[in-house]
């Protein structure tokens, strides 16, 4: 039984709760009440399927973790500074299934947490203070990591960039300036790399670290080419700086073959550090960083205690725990890698029927569709792709768009995902798919004259998001303007808009 109606939880929630702190759907944003596995159900038990939440990676309110919690914190649940199995052993645990230098474990609350920290030990380590970012990535909200993330700092227009910051392209080989017929796209975004150093460098900057995600996600689902890591990290370090992997989107087995998203890159690649959050817990807030005993020791070398009051307590380790025995048991590495590759399979079938369909890349399940209105320019289609996951949740489909034109329809879903799950989404999104294209062809031959007309239109009852996608935004000084979860409607073809608080 519900304590509000989900009026009362809307207008509450309007009264109490700060108005940048965005809900999905915002027309009309859903209750949720109770979830399990990949599903998710509402206040009226209507059952939606969850395509994007990467956080309940081995299912939603799995028992084990419930259980896990549960024991725990009858026990006992204290800091960090008394010593306790459930620490060491998480850290034994996790540190295993990464490359034996990365040995060293620092135990935080939240992805930003684990970002901020890697930053301190970046810059402790190298003692140079500049980073180097890519273009579209986004590493957190607290203050040192909106200046590090243009997916944020370019909204705030052109004093959003600090002068420690160099942004590098996203090793985008579908729309970035390397595409995929370059003969060397990992050599030319890395050289593009070894050149804003040296830019730098003139400029009397020192670069403490070179910052990504293995796998940009808010960035549009991009896999940098295989081999550009290295290069990157070899250029880094002759600079005097350190290589920062940020897996909180993307690690703990997403990939399928892998446990961490940077190994697709070879396994001749290692991290100087890496940073954890989303899926460790389950939903739990916990994190971590894990770096060399060298940079752990340059940091310590500071004199300044670490001390975090959450971060690694014995329920949080139970927690971290309990999710890495279920990822082994549930065998859900392997689950990523058929139902991944079915995914893919399927949506690249999608592809050839849809000229709306650009690309569709993606390794286990993080996949993303790119949708296009030209095939040839690569045009993204914003409008479409918002019209699309409208639609798909009243479809009750939970699918989210992001990238930096928000035309990228984004799968991370629960690792439990199902081949049913993928056939009924592609299904869906195929109906939505030919509805839009039928829609815009019968909208060309009403632009043609009276006599060559059908008798087709555009739907003009509003529930297209093609034509409502100007609710919510109000004009900004002439930066594309983005919201991490993409559920606002926002199209590209009016650069200067941004949702309205
Ligand atoms: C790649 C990446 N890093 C860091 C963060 C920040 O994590 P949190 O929201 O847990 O602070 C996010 C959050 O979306 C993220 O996507």
Redesign the pocket.
Known sequence: MEMYSKAETLELRKKHIGPSCKVFFAKDPIKIVRAHGQYMFDENGEKYLDCINNVAHVGHSHPDVVMAAVKQMELLNTNSRFLHDNLVQYAKRLTATLPEKLSVCYFV???????DLALRLARQYSGHYDVITLDH??????TS?IDISPYKFNQLGKEGKKDFVHVAPSPDIYRGKYREDHEDPAGAYADDVRNIIEKAQKNGCKIAAFIA?SM???GGQIIPPAGYFQKVAEFVHKAGGVFIA?????GFGRVGKYFWGFQLQGEDFVPDIV?M??PIGNGH?M?CVVTTREIAEAFGALGLEYFNTFGGNPVSCAIGLAVLDIIEKEDLQGNATRVGNYLLGILKEQQKKHSLVGDVRGVGLFIGVDLVKDQQKRTPATAEAQHIIYKLKERRILLSADGPYRNVLKFKPPMCFSMEDANFVVDQIDELLTDLEEATLSKAKNSLPTNMQSKRKLPTDGSSQLESNNENISPINGTICRH?NGFSGESHTMPCKRIRT
């Open positions: 609350n939240s992805g930003s947490e684990a970002n990535a986004y590493h957190g909200h607290v990591l995600e940009q996600s808010c940020d897996e909180v989107q993307v940073t959050g989303k807030p994190s991490e």
